[in-house]
C-alpha cells in the first residue's frame, strides 16, 4: 500500500535523477494505518485523503467527511498562520505543523516564501532557539551528550540504513546566529538549515538528520534556568571535546557514508579545524 500527496511530484522538476535516493518521486510504500498514519508527519494528508485511501488506510471515522484539496488545506493553514500576533508565535505555529504534515508545511513556505523566510530562519529562529526549553513541546533531531561518548554511535544508528540518510547539519551550539551559546537550543539551527535545503535545493525532507553536539554551555542564564534541557555545566574543551566531536563525525561516516556533514554554527576556535 503507499500513501502520497499527488500534488507533489519531485521527479517532474528533476526527471534526471529519478534513481537517486534524495530524488524520491512518486508514491511511497506505507505500512502505517488508522491513527498511526495520522499521527506520522511524512504520510499524513489530513483532509485530503481520497475517499478510497480513507478505506484502504482504515481512516474512516478518524477525519471529517469533507475532501479537500492540497490547495485548500494550504488556504486554511495560511489564515491561522496570519491570525498568530507576533513572528514567534508564527515559528512555533509553523513548528507545529511541520510536525503534523510535511507536505502541507513546505507547500504553505513555497507559496509564501518571501513573507515566511524570517520566520522559519534568522531572524526569528534565534528568538525561538534562546526559547528553546520553554517552548519545548516534543524533541526532534539527534541529541549526542558528552558525557555519553560510547553512545554515539548507538544513538546515531537509530535513524536509519546506510542509504538512508543523504544530509546531516551538526552543531555544537556555541555561536549560533550572532546571539552566541545557546547550548542544547542549537539543535534548532540544524532544523532550521535543514528546512532551507529543502526548499530551495530540494533535499527530500525525510533523507536529512538534525545533530546537536550537546557539550555543555557557558551561558550563565541556561544554567540557572530550571527549565533548560541541555547539560547543566560549563563547556568542555581541550582534548575530551575533540574526541568527542571526532567519535561524532567517524560513527556518522561510518553509519551513512554517503552523507554529507555539514557543520553550523560552531564556536570560531572549535570551527577552524573543520574549515581546513
Given amino acids: ?38 499521527n506520522s508527519p511524512y504520510f499524513n494528508k489530513g483532509s485530503a485523503f481520497p475517499k478510497d485511501e480513507r478505506r484502504q488506510f482504515n481512516l474512516t471515522g478518524l477525519l471529517p467527511s469533507q475532501i479537500q484539496t492540497l490547495d485548500e488545506q494550504v488556504k486554511r493553514a495560511y489564515e ?47 528568538d525561538a532557539i534562546q526559547n528553546y526549553s520553554r517552548l519545548f513541546r516534543r524533541p526532534q533531531g539527534c541529541f549526542l551528550n558528552i558525557n555519553d561518548v560510547d553512545r554515539v554511535r548507538h544513538d546515531l544508528a537509530q535513524w536509519g540504513n546506510p542509504e538512508d540518510v543523504d544530509y546531516i547539519v551538526v552543531t555544537d551550539g556555541e555561536e549560533i546566529l550572532g546571539i552566541g551559546d545557546q547550548g542544547v537550543g542549537g539543535i534548532l539551527i540544524s532544523i532550521a538549515k535543514l528546512v532551507i535545503t529543502t526548499l530551495c535545493a530540494g533535499i527530500h525532507p525525510k533523507r536529512v538528520l538534525p545533530v546537536v553536539l550537546d557539550c555543555g554551555t557557558d551561558n550563565e542564564e541556561l544554567l540557572h534556568d530550571s527549565l533548560y534541557l541541555g547539560l547543566k555545566q560549563k563547556r568542555t574543551r581541550g582534548q575530551r571535546y575533540d574526541d568527542f566531536v571526532d567519535k561524532f563525525v567517524q560513527s556518522a561516516r561510518e553509519l551513512y557514508p554517503r552523507a554529507y556533514i555539514h557543520f553550523e554554527d560552531f564556536g570560531l576556535p572549535n570551527g577552524w579545524p573543520f574549515s581546513l
Fill in 1 to 38: 500500500m503507499s500513501s502520497t500527496h499527488k500534488q507533489s511530484k519531485p521527479h517532474e522538476k528533476h526527471p534526471k535523477f529519478p534513481h537517486l535516493p534524495l530524488g524520491t518521486s512518486g508514491p511511497m510504500e506505507c505500512a502505517l494505518t488508522g491513527t498511526a498514519l495520522l
Fill in 80 to 126: 491561522q498562520y496570519s491570525s498568530r500576533s507576533d513572528d514567534l508565535a508564527k515559528n512555533t505555529f509553523m513548528s507545529s505543523m511541520k510536525d503534523q504534515n510535511k507536505v502541507l508545511y513546505y507547500r504553505l513556505i513555497q507559496d509564501h516564501l518571501k513573507e515566511m523566510f524570517s520566520v522559519i530562519y534568522t531572524p526569528t529562529e534565534g
